[in-house]
Every structure is written in structure tokens, then in C-alpha cells.
């Protein structure tokens, strides 16, 4: 597809479950990003990968979080254990980097997880 | 705390007239980029700027920069119902120690037909 691709677009779990959310960057795209959102508030950063080199883990909140990128596209994220407070739209984007700087990143739709 | 954070929290206006949204941040940066959210779903690119650049026009926005005072603004002019959305500042770090945008806590634009 021409655009990020997030799924599933909705996730309704209970409380302990695991969940592993999905992530279809822009083909040729080298940088990806997961963000989270709570209602009406601002991007948490959570990962972000960028070509071959190790990932930037340091917005994981906890090791109930974790995430990979196979093959340089496709990134998956995955909560195990899920809690309320994990609910949230969890947003993907992707971008080219030039040598010294991030560009303008397209983001996908999101995922709206829901905790009960 | 956020590295990005956009003042007014929100904003309201009657249509034709001009919105200006500020963002303030802490560290060197590369860009700045702003971005627009409909229905807290997907952001859209609106517009980049360099950190060697001090003005970018694109269509009825109008951003500046000031990176002795850590600060941008977003002008957008004669505004439109449908501009009625979240506007996001990001921050793309010189710091090697975050290497992804960094996005503040956004400003609600309501736009009164």
C-alpha cells in the first residue's frame, strides 16, 4: 500500500492478557516509530528503529513492552500481561533519514487498545 | 518531561480569523516539524523547518523559528472550519541520546463557522 498500515484497528483484551499490535512501514522507509496516546494528550514516545542499528528502547515504560522489526519493515508490538493503564491508541510512523536528520514521518491510522 | 510544549493548550476562533499556536523546547535540535490531528487518530505532516532557517511558508501557514529562544510558532491564516484539529510540534534531537521525534503535548484549534 501507498500508506502506513496499522492492525488490528481496534483491540478490545482483558485485563492479563498479551496483545501484539502490527506495523506496515512505507516500503524504502528506514526509520519506524511506535508512539502511544491517552485521550486527548500528547505522543509518548515508545521505540524507534532506524536501519540496521540497535533500537531506541528508552520510552518502553516497562518490560511488559517490547518490540521488533523483522526484515527492516514489518514491526510488531507486543504487551504482555496487558493492565487498564495500558489502553491508549498506539500509533506507528515511518520515515526516511537523511545522514544527520529524521524527516517528515507518515504515521498510520493507530490502534486503539482497550483494557477491561 | 516533554521536550516539545505548545502553548495555548487550546484555542478557540471564528472562521477568517488568524490562529497562532508557539511551541517551546529544551535541546539543540536538527528540524522542527508540525503536525495536524483529526479525531485522535493519524497525524499529518504539515511542515518542516531547519534549524538553519528562520521562516517557512506553506499555503495559509507560516512558521518560524528561533532557536536562541528554543521556540516556533504556527500561524495559520484566515482559518477555516475544517482546520478545527490537534496541531503537534516535533523535535528532531541533535543530542545522539534520542534519535526519534519528540512531540509535545499538542494545541486544540477550534475553529467557530
Known amino acids: 500500500g501507498a500508506g502506513v498500515s496499522q492492525s488490528p484497528s481496534n483491540k478490545v483484551t482483558e485485563k492479563g492478557k498479551d496483545v501484539e499490535l502490527r506495523c506496515d512501514p512505507i516500503s524504502g522507509h528506514t526509520a519506524l516509530y511506535w508512539y502511544r496516546q491517552s485521550l486527548g494528550q500528547g505522543l509518548e514516545f515508545l521505540i524507534y528503529?532506524?536501519?540496521?542499528?540497535?533500537?531506541?528502547k528508552s520510552g518502553l515504560p516497562s518490560d511488559r513492552f517490547s518490540a521488533e522489526r523483522t526484515g527492516g519493515s514489518v514491526s510488531t508490538l507486543t504487551i504482555q500481561r496487558t493492565q487498564q493503564e495500558d489502553s491508549a491508541v498506539y500509533l506507528c510512523?515511518?520515515?526516511?533519514?537523511?545522514?544527520?536528520?529524521?524527516?517528515?514521518?507518515?504515521f498510520g491510522q493507530g490502534t486503539r487498545l482497550t483494557v477491561v | 518531561s516533554q521536550q516539545g510544549e505548545e502553548d495555548p493548550q487550546a484555542l478557540s476562533i471564528q472562521e477568517g480569523e488568524n490562529a497562532t499556536m508557539n511551541c517551546s523546547y529544551k535541546t539543540s535540535i536538527n528540524n522542527l516539524q508540525w503536525y495536524r490531528q483529526n479525531s485522535g487518530r493519524g497525524l499529518v505532516h504539515l511542515i518542516l523547518?531547519?534549524?538553519?532557517?528562520r521562516e517557512k511558508h506553506s499555503g495559509r501557514l507560516r512558521v518560524t523559528l528561533d532557536t536562541s529562544k528554543k521556540s516556533s510558532s504556527l500561524l495559520i491564516t484566515a482559518s477555516r472550519a475544517a482546520d478545527t484539529a490537534s496541531y503537534f510540534c516535533a523535535t528532531d534531537w541533535m543530542d545522539t541520546g534520542r534519535r526519534a521525534l519528540t512531540f509535545g503535548s499538542g494545541t486544540r484549534l477550534q475553529v467557530q463557522p
Open positions: 510512523a515511518s520515515s526516511t533519514r537523511s545522514m544527520t536528520m529524521n524527516t517528515e514521518a507518515f
Open positions: 528503529f532506524q536501519g540496521n542499528s540497535a533500537p531506541d
Open positions: 523547518i531547519r534549524s538553519n532557517e
